[in-house]
């Protein structure tokens, strides 16, 4: 084991979720999961939210620290300790640590012998739900409605803060034992029911790349988070709500530190009771080899169980089978039987799943495609013309203007390719925003009107999955939240978009059709457009001489690459980026608007990086819309 052993909040959270990865983790085996700082702060959007919790203390102080030796660690969390000793402070990720635990605060606020630790999060809290939930039913938005114990999507958030109390009244039982302080925890969070007075707040914000320590745990470790705006302004426009959440961390510090203690022991005793025994949840094991480290987790877990071809992890909604108390997966695996083909098929007697499950092992075994006897008739029936659509959002943590929500949606670009009749050529176009502007009626309008230019309101529009049904749904309701006066447009969406329960929508599902009537044996279990386009192109060889399909063939030893793994890499700055999936096309634009590429200051080298990383965003969504006309015109020739 690398020393120093401690066990940070990231450390406590993996090991809940499996001890052995805990174990892989501080071997520091690679993990697929793995993002630089400057990515992981640009992604998530808490950076945000931290500069602003800062920006509401001026008096801060932070305390810089490198936790690579046990000295480091001791010397870093005495310099909170000598802070704590003055009467009033303020301090930035302070060093908490105690008998191999270690965390660091967000805000620590010391008035007199009053502690105040300040959990710091992007995610949305509904302070109304949770007063209500106070008023009415003695209970919060913290607490399972049914047992009434701290529980629900907030529990883990609570139990960090619990593990941040636990030892920082450790430290101060033994550095500073003749002085007594109480501990107040809080979250500071965006509220749902607050708007900000500030128009284009993120536009003030912007982030760097720096070389930071490693070890040093800092939520803006490999970034620094600069605001331009008035400092005074934004102290005063209050859209993140302070609360009070003492009672329910005071109700799991003492399991907390417990269950932690349990950790640490493993780790230090090199404890073979830290491995936990394979099961369903394994699935989504982060630990594979990469390219640069052979070692792999999941495969050193599974033995030569990891071999198995058809592996009963690849079975569609395998966790389910049996019931989620008593699943049969688990039962199997114990039985070392990890074939999909080791399922008995009495046991598929889920209706919600079954008919999927029995489909994807009798058409694997036999190793051929299956379509329901209805696809046919489906894919006659469909109107002409067809506009493939597709769409790139992104919910921000800060309300993008004045008189907005945080997390409201954002939709920033489109493709649409448009097939006119069944063997025409796919018409291209796209829309995308690079504006520090609010884009959601512009990018409707510019969608609307493109759909129109084909001179009728028939047709059909296809999407895969709900995601563009769900963006043109808030955007009909942005509409009449902000005032936006376009009867047309309003008209058009309320006629396009599904608005509610009992609404129809013009869009067509093409994720739903696959799930009801399509597999191919190379899907397995997943029905997502990134699985169902490499199985498709890989096995049908007429598709790669289709004119307008050709730019994404490419063989590589042999083998037909994936078409998005074709899209090509540019070189921006320092860095060579590819768009290949919808989180990175989200993190491009988050780049633009906020990271190093964003429009100031305005240099011919900025202007080449905006352009490079706008072609990224384009070819990445063009090659979406064009990957549903490519199963489309696989459908139409099964069918025929």
Known sequence: MPHPIYLTKSDLKTARSCSTKLYYKKLGYPAGDRVDGYTRILADGNFIIHKIAHLFYPEGIYIDAHLNSEESLIASAQTTLNYLQQENVVLFEPVLYADHKLARADILVKQGDRLEIIEVRSKLFDSKAHQDLINYRNSSLFRNKRTGKVGGEWRSIIEDVAYQVGILQEMLNLHLPEQTFTIHPYLLAPDRHKTTNIDHLASYFQIQRTINHRNSLSKFNGAIVNFTGDIQEIRNDQFLTKVDIDTEVQEL?????????????????????????????????????????????????????ADEEFHILDLYQMGRIGGNDTPLVNELIKQQKVSMFDVPLEELNDYTYSYRQLIQIEYTQKNHEWISEHLPKIVKQIEYPLHFIDFETSRMAIPYRAGMQPYEQVAFQWSCHTLTAPDAMPVQSQWLNLDHTFPNFQFAESLMAHLESFGTNDGTIMTWATHENSVLRDIYYQMQNYDYQNPQLQSWLANTAKLGNRGRSRLVDMNDLTLKHYFHPLMKGRTSLKCVLPAIWKTNNYLHSIPWFQEYYQEVDGQILNPYDVLPKLQIGEYVHVVNEGAGAMLAYQDLMYGESRRSPQTLENHSQRSQWQELLYQYCRLDTMAMVIIWTHWRKLTA
């Open 253 to 305: 510090v003492a399991g907390t530190i417990a269950e932690a203690q349990k950790y640490i022991s493993y780790l230090m005793e090199q404890s073979p009771e830290i491995f936990a025994p394979i099961s369903k949840k394994c699935k989504g094991c982060e630990y594979r080899a990469s390219d640069r480290d052979d070692r792999d987790g999941f495969r050193e877990c599974w033995g030569k169980l």
